[in-house]
């Protein structure tokens, strides 16, 4: 494999990463201010682009971590599949990061010592937004990385 294509490939990967992760914050810090909501806390406009900035800032670098991990791992076996399957290869991009997130998110409750290392995942649809979110970081490096159609050959007689 030339350089570039490697270099291009990592470009890639770096880019599903930082799209999952930013994504992914956001989606988090949406829920949270949902969760002060319904308990009655006032979030307006103002705090809710302060509170995504803030997180941008200080929660992505530790979930960037662990979407680098899960693609490290997710985009492989994406790969194999969508060689097989090639007419579903975007959705099984999709389904690697989403699915490679929730064991991750699995493995860290399993492991850290609070009840839920991200507050969006205690409630089903926080946790299908943040699959979401890094499926569509996987989908995108499946995206850039499709191989071109080749063209048959066209016998003239």
């Given at each position: 494999?030339?350089?570039v294509?490697?270099l291009?490939?990592i470009?890639?990967?770096?880019?599903?990463?930082?799209?999952?992760?930013?994504?992914?914050?956001l989606?988090?810090?949406?829920?949270?201010?949902?969760?002060?909501?319904?308990?009655?806390?006032p979030?307006?406009?103002?705090?809710?682009?302060?509170?995504?900035?803030h997180?941008?800032?200080?929660?992505?670098?530790?979930?960037?971590?662990?979407?680098?991990?899960?693609?490290l791992?997710?985009?492989?076996v994406?790969?194999?599949?969508?060689?097989?399957?090639?007419p579903w290869?975007?959705?099984?991009?999709?389904?690697?990061g989403?699915?490679?997130?929730?064991?991750?998110?699995t493995?860290?409750?399993?492991l850290?010592p609070?009840?839920?290392?991200?507050a969006?995942?205690?409630?089903?649809?926080?946790?299908?937004?943040?699959?979401?979110a890094?499926?569509l970081?996987?989908?995108?490096?499946?995206?850039?990385?499709?191989?071109?159609?080749?063209r048959?050959?066209?016998?003239?007689?």
């Open positions: 494999m030339k350089l294509s490697v291009r490939i470009l890639f990967y770096l880019l599903a990463v930082a799209l999952a992760t930013v994504l992914g914050s989606v988090q810090t949406q829920f949270n201010l949902l969760f002060l909501q319904e308990m009655s806390v979030v307006d406009m103002p705090t809710r682009f302060a509170t995504s900035w997180d941008l800032l200080h929660f992505t670098p530790i979930f960037a971590v662990m979407v680098a991990a899960t693609l791992l997710a985009l492989p994406a790969e194999a599949l969508g060689r097989i399957f090639k290869r975007g959705l099984l991009y999709l389904l690697a989403g699915g490679g997130i929730w064991v991750a998110f493995l860290a409750n399993h850290l609070m009840p839920t290392f991200i969006a995942t205690r409630v089903t649809s926080g946790l299908l937004c943040m699959m979401l890094v499926g970081g996987s989908w995108l490096f499946g995206r850039l990385t499709k191989p071109k159609a080749r048959g050959l066209r016998v003239l007689g």
